[in-house]
């Protein structure tokens, strides 16, 4: 498995772009016919792509690195569909997952696996520590927490889905939804936003192959950038601001893990300071 390291703020300043890719984007989840785990040091999550074909399901393993008898021995996970549909199978019932589609899986759950009904299904995995087990639950697109924020005249009209959260889905840690910008909109999470008390790693979807998003990080006043491309994931630690603006319309599916799950709980960056 990947292994990606915590981040010191005073470090980013002084990264080259390769250092700052190598650390914080994960590119290349998504390869047909495979499952791809990546570890995360920031707040222990785990984020993974499962890629499965029609006809050849591919079956949640255990990395050594987790020294678990299962993977959700400790752990709970969320898979969301980001491309074509498909099931995912926990213990032997079957959740059939479509695009937007999420499954919450409780920590117990002991095998889990992941089928295709068309080429191109893509299943984006997210884990953290669970403490207690919650119950498994489906979260169709459709009855996600939806919301619409942002303004035309700043390009970020935007629609914020909530899959997992305080007044839904319960976890222990894990906080998740999909947000889309309308048609003309660019920006997202603008204007800006820290979160000291959770890591978020967005997973960029829904992009054309020829367009990109210049996704933003690092303290305010010190502001870096990676470009990414569609079924790219970066990583912001706690202390990053984290926004991005597309040549384009696209998706993003947001994640989080940490000290609380209030979605509120952000300190708020002006657009002069970043
Ligand atoms: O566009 C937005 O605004 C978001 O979707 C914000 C994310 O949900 C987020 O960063 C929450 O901390």
Not at 147 to 172: C, L, P
Not at 217 to 241: C, E, F, N, Y
Request: charged share 20%; with cysteine; hydrophobic share 40%.
């Amino acid at each position: 498995m990947d292994i990606r390291h915590a981040t010191h703020p005073d470090e980013i300043a002084h990264m080259s772009d390769e250092q700052l890719r190598a650390r914080f984007v994960i590119s290349d989840l998504f390869v047909p016919g495979s499952l791809k785990l990546v570890y995360s040091h920031e707040d222990r999550m785990v984020l993974g792509g499962a890629s499965p074909l029609p006809g050849a399901a591919l079956d949640l393993e255990t990395p050594a690195e987790l020294r678990a008898d299962y993977f959700c021995q400790r752990r709970e996970l969320a898979v969301t569909g980001l491309g074509g549909h498909g099931t995912v199978v926990v213990d032997g019932t079957r959740y059939p997952l479509g695009h937007m589609d999420a499954l919450y899986i409780g920590r117990g759950a002991r095998e889990i696996s992941f089928e295709a009904d068309i080429e191109g299904t893509r299943f984006f995995l997210s884990s953290a520590v669970s403490g207690e087990a919650h119950s498994t639950t489906l979260i169709p697109k459709a009855e996600a927490l939806t919301t619409e924020t942002g303004e035309v005249e700043h390009a970020n009209r935007r629609i914020v889905r909530k899959h997992i959260h305080e007044d839904g889905v319960r976890s222990s840690q894990l906080v998740l939804g999909i947000t889309a910008p309308e048609t003309g909109s660019v920006w997202n999470s603008m204007p800006p936003h820290t979160h000291d008390r959770r890591t978020e790693v967005y997973a960029y979807f829904d992009l054309d192959e020829n367009e990109r998003v210049f996704h933003f990080m690092g303290l305010p006043g010190q502001t870096r950038h990676v470009l990414l491309k569609d079924g790219d994931v970066v990583i912001s630690p706690a202390w990053s601001m984290h926004f991005g603006v597309g040549t384009t319309n696209y998706s993003f599916l947001w994640v989080m893990a940490g000290e609380n799950q209030s979605f509120a709980d952000m300190d708020q960056i002006t657009v002069p300071q970043i």
